[in-house]
C-alpha cells in the first residue's frame, strides 16, 4: 500500500534527573504528486525535497534536547498516487499527533477532517493555497509555509516602492500558475496598483530553441509598462522571458524578482549557519518547502523547550500563543496569527544570486506587527475554525 | 619665542602613538586601528578570512583573531601586523574568551554545536565540550572557574566547569543569544538574546534567573529591537547594549535594571570596547560600516569613523 521510508530516532542523552519522560514523535506525511512535463529540465526537483527540511529541524531540535533530557524522532512516510491515503494518515495519527504534510490542499483536508485527527497538530508545509487559510481552515492544521499571497504582498510593497505602476503580466494555464496570478492581482489591489493587461501562456513550442522569436512579438502587444510579472509557479516557461521581452524590461514573480520562502541567497542574520548545516546533511542548497518543515518540527521543538510537555494541547496553546517565539534566521522573531494559524515571516525578494529586498519594506505599517502588511490580516480572515 | 613655540609643538606630539582601537571587518577580511586621539583610522591590515572575534592578550603582546572561514584563530604581532602563527582552533571559530591564566581561549566553533578550549602556549586543544547549535557568546567568570557559551539556536547558557572542562548546568534564556559578560565580581552573569529583544541576569551562585532587562525605542518596532554585544562601564555601574538594527545603544542602570538612555549610532550596531578611562565608547555598525564614537559621561554620539566592510569585533589597545 505505502512505504516506510525510514525511521530516524534519537535518543537524547539525559543530561540532570529525567522527570517525567517528554518524547516527541513527528511523521512526515507526503503523498506523491506527478509533476507536468515542463520545457527544461535544467533544475530537476530534488528527491528529499522537503524531508530534509523536517530532518534538519529534527537534528536542531535533538541538539537542545541533549540537555534536556526529551526525545524525538521522525517517521518518513511517503504515499504514491492511487495507494491508500487516508489508512497511511490514521497509522501516522495512531503513532503520533504531530504531523507534517506535504500533500495537496484536498488531501491535507482530509487528513485533519479525520476523526483521528481531533487533538492533533498538523503543519501544512507544502500548500501556498489561500483557501486553506480561509474558508477552508481547520484548527488542527497550521501553516509554516506562506500563502500565495504573503509572497505577492511582498512583490507589491517592493513595486510600489520602486514607483514601478504600470504593470503587466503573463500567466501560465495551470492551477497553480493560476492560483499565483489570483494573488498577484490581489495583491495590487491591495497595494493600488492597477494591472495595465494580461496574457495566458498557451503555447506547446519548445522554447529552447525558439523563444528569442516568439517572446518577442508574444510581448509586443503590452506596449510600454515598467515590470512584467510571471505567474509560472510549474517553472515551465517563465526562465524564457528574461531579455526576450519586446520592451527591454524587469521582470518580476515567479522569474526574475522572486517573493520567497527561503533560498539559498539568504545569508544575514545568522542564515549562512543554518545554510551550511543544510547543505553539510542534505548535499545541496536549502529550497521554500525545505525551510517550511524544518519551521514545523523547530516551532513544535521550541513548544516542548518552552513548556516542557509533549501534550499536543498544550503544545498547540503555546504555539498560537503571545509567548511563543521561533527565530528562523530571516531577521525578526516569528509566531504564529492566531485567527488562522499561519506563521509570520519575512519574505526575502530575490534574485538568483542575492537578495534585494526583505519584505515587510520599510514604511509599511500596521498596528499590531509590520510582518501582517503580509498575507491576509484578522479583520478580513474568513477562516472561523480558531474562534472556538 | 620661536623656541618656544617649536617646545610647545613637540610637546603636543610627545607621546608618539596614542592608544587604539582595533576592530575587526568580517567582509574586508582586515583589521582597521583607530587612533584615540585624532579618532582616524591609522593602519588597515590584512588577516584571515571573516575575521570575527578579536582579543588581546593580557600584556596587550599579542592579537588573537577568530578567522571564521579560515577556520583558525591567528594570532598576530600587532607592532607589525604579522601573523605568528595559527592555533588549533576547531571548525569556523566565531568568538572567544581568553581565560583570566592568559593561556587558555576558549572558542565557540559556530558550525560545530563545539566550544573548544586551547592553550596558547602549547597551541594545542586541550578540551571539546558539545554545547547547543551555534555558540557565539562566551564569557569568564573573574575567578576564572566558570565558563559560558551561548548557543544561538539552541537558546541557552552553558556553564562550564574550567577545572574539569565540563557542564554542570544549561539555563535556557530567550530567542537568539548572542553576548554574555559577568558582571559584579562575579556574582551575575547576563545574557543578551537577539530576537527575544532581552538580556537575561543570573545569580552565579544557584544559575537562576534574576531578572530580565527589556527594551524600548521610540519610532522602532520592536521586532526591530534586537540585543546583541554589550560592555560595562568604570565599578559595573551602566551597561551599553548594542541593539542591532535598531540602530542605537541602550545605557542600563546595573543595578535597578532600568534602561536609562538610548543613543544613536549606525547601522545594526554589533559589538563596542572603550578607551582606557572608559570615557569613551566605540562601536561596530556592521551594515554602515562604521564605528560610532560615544561620549560616555554625556551618552551622546561624538564621531562616525568610516572602517571596512561589517565591522564585527573591537579590542582595546593601550600604547603608552
Redesign the interface.
Same mark, same amino acid.
Given at each position: 500500500m505505502f512505504r516506510l521510508s525510514f525511521v530516524l530516532a534519537g535518543l537524547a542523552l539525559a543530561?540532570g534527573a529525567a522527570q517525567a519522560e517528554v518524547a516527541i514523535s513527528v511523521t512526515y506525511l507526503q503523498q506523491e504528486v506527478e509533476r507536468p512535463p515542463v520545457l527544461s529540465n535544467l533544475d530537476p526537483i530534488p528527491e528529499d525535497l522537503g524531508m530534509a527540511g523536517a530532518e534538519l529541524g529534527l537534528a536542531?531540535n535533538l @541538539?537542545?534536547a541533549?540537555? =534536556?533530557g526529551h526525545k524525538y524522532d521522525l517517521t518518513v512516510t511517503t504515499v504514491p498516487e492511487g495507494a491508500d491515503w487516508a489508512q497511511a494518515a490514521r497509522q501516522a495519527l495512531a503513532n503520533s499527533p504531530f504531523v507534517i504534510l506535504d500533500a495537496p490542499v484536498q488531501a491535507q483536508l482530509e487528513v485533519a477532517d479525520l476523526p483521528e485527527a481531533a487533538g492533533a497538530v498538523l503543519f501544512n508545509a507544502s500548500a501556498p493555497d489561500l483557501s486553506l487559510r480561509e474558508a477552508e481552515c481547520r484548527a488542527n492544521l497550521l501553516h509554516t509555509l506562506p500563502s500565495d499571497v504573503m509572497r505577492t504582498d511582498a512583490l507589491a510593497q517592493f513595486l510600489v516602492k520602486r514607483r514601478w505602476d504600470e504593470i503587466v503580466l503573463i500567466a501560465g494555464e495551470h492551477p497553480g500558475d493560476q492560483a499565483f496570478a489570483e494573488a498577484l492581482k490581489r495583491s495590487l489591489q491591495k497595494f493600488r496598483l492597477e494591472l495595465q493587461a494580461e496574457k495566458t501562456w498557451v503555447f506547446d513550442a519548445d522554447l529552447r530553441r525558439n523563444a528569442a522569436q516568439e517572446v518577442p512579438l508574444f510581448t509586443q502587444e503590452f506596449g510600454d509598462y515598467d515590470v512584467l510579472l510571471i505567474a509560472d509557479e510549474l517553472d515551465d516557461f517563465g526562465r524564457y522571458i528574461p531579455f526576450n521581452t519586446w520592451e527591454p524590461r524587469p521582470v518580476a514573480g515567479s522569474e526574475g524578482l522572486q517573493p520567497v520562502t527561503w533560498s539559498r541567497v539568504v545569508e544575514q542574520w *545568522?542564515a549562512v549557519?543554518?545554510q551550511?548545516?543544510f547543505a553539510d546533511q542534505a548535499g545541496r542548497a536549502m529550497r521554500p518547502k525545505d525551510y517550511a518543515a524544518w519551521a514545523a518540527y523547530r516551532a513544535l521543538g521550541e513548544a516542548v @523547550?518552552?513548556t516542557q510537555s509533549d501534550d499536543p494541547a498544550v503544545l498547540r496553546d503555546y504555539i498560537l500563543s503571545d509567548d511563543f517565539? =521561533?527565530?528562523g534566521f530571516k *531577521?525578526?522573531?516569528m509566531n504564529f496569527r492566531a485567527w488562522n494559524g499561519q506563521l509570520r515571516q519575512p519574505i526575502p525578494l530575490v534574485t538568483d544570486r542575492a537578495v534585494v529586498a526583505m519584505a515587510p519594506l520599510e514604511g509599511f505599517l500596521h498596528q499590531r @506587527?509590520? =510582518?501582517d502588511t503580509l498575507g491576509i490580516d484578522e479583520a478580513e480572515s474568513q477562516c472561523q475554525a480558531f474562534k472556538e | 619665542m620661536r623656541l618656544a613655540a617649536l617646545l610647545a609643538a613637540t610637546a603636543l606630539c610627545a607621546p608618539a602613538t596614542a592608544d587604539e582601537i582595533w576592530i575587526s571587518n568580517e567582509k574586508d577580511d582586515t583589521l582597521s586601528v583607530i587612533d584615540i586621539e585624532t579618532l582616524e583610522v591609522i593602519r588597515t591590515i590584512e588577516t584571515g578570512e571573516r575575521p570575527r572575534g578579536i582579543t588581546f592578550s593580557k600584556d596587550y603582546s599579542v592579537l588573537y583573531i577568530c578567522a571564521s572561514d579560515s577556520d583558525s584563530v591567528q594570532v598576530m604581532d600587532p607592532e607589525t601586523g604579522e601573523i605568528l602563527h595559527d592555533l588549533p582552533s576547531g571548525e569556523d571559530p566565531e568568538q572567544f574568551v581568553l581565560h583570566p591564566n592568559d593561556k587558555h581561549l576558549y572558542i565557540a566553533n559556530?558550525?560545530d554545536?563545539i566550544t573548544t578550549v586551547v592553550d596558547t602556549e602549547s597551541r594545542t586543544v586541550i578540551a571539546q565540550i558539545?554545547v547547543?547549535?551555534?555558540p557565539e557568546g562566551m564569557a569568564v567568570s573573574p575567578d576564572g572557574k566558570i565558563a559560558i557559551t551561548t548557543?544561538? !539556536? !539552541?537558546?541557552?547558557a +552553558?556553564w562550564i566547569d574550567t577545572e574539569t572542562q565540563e557542564?554542570f548546568a544549561?539555563t535556557?534564556v530567550?530567542? /537568539?543569544p548572542r553576548h554574555a559578560e559577568f558582571l559584579k565580581d562575579g556574582t551575575e552573569l547576563w545574557v543578551s538574546s537577539?530576537?527575544?529583544?532581552t538580556i537575561t541576569v543570573f545569580d552565579v551562585e544557584t544559575q537562576t534567573e534574576k531578572a530580565k532587562i527589556e527594551f524600548e525605542v521610540e519610532g522602532v +518596532?520592536p521586532? /526591530?529591537v534586537q540585543p546583541v554585544g554589550f560592555e560595562l562601564s568604570n565599578g559595573d555601574e551602566t551597561a551599553f547594549v548594542a541593539l542591532g538594527?535598531s540602530n542605537h545603544v541602550a545605557a542600563v542602570n546595573a543595578e535597578t535594571y532600568e534602561v536609562e538612555d538610548y543613543i544613536l549610532v549606525g547601522r545594526r550596531v554589533w559589538h563596542m570596547d572603550f578607551n582606557a578611562d572608559k570615557s569613551l565608547l566605540f562601536t561596530t555598525n556592521g551594515v554602515s560600516g562604521d564605528v560610532t564614537v560615544i561620549d560616555v559621561a554625556k551618552r551622546e554620539p561624538i564621531k562616525t569613523i568610516k572602517v571596512g566592510r561589517f565591522p564585527w569585533g573591537a579590542a582595546f589597545r593601550p600604547t603608552n
Open positions: 543530561s536542531d @541538539t537542545t541533549k540537555f =534536556l *545568522g549557519q543554518m551550511n548545516r @523547550t518552552r517565539e =521561533l527565530a *531577521g525578526r522573531a @506587527t509590520e =510582518l | 559556530e558550525d554545536a558539545d547547543g547549535i551555534e548557543s544561538e !539556536t !539552541t537558546n541557552m +552553558h557542564l544549561n535556557l530567550d530567542s /537568539r537577539e530576537i527575544g529583544g +518596532h521586532d /526591530r538594527p
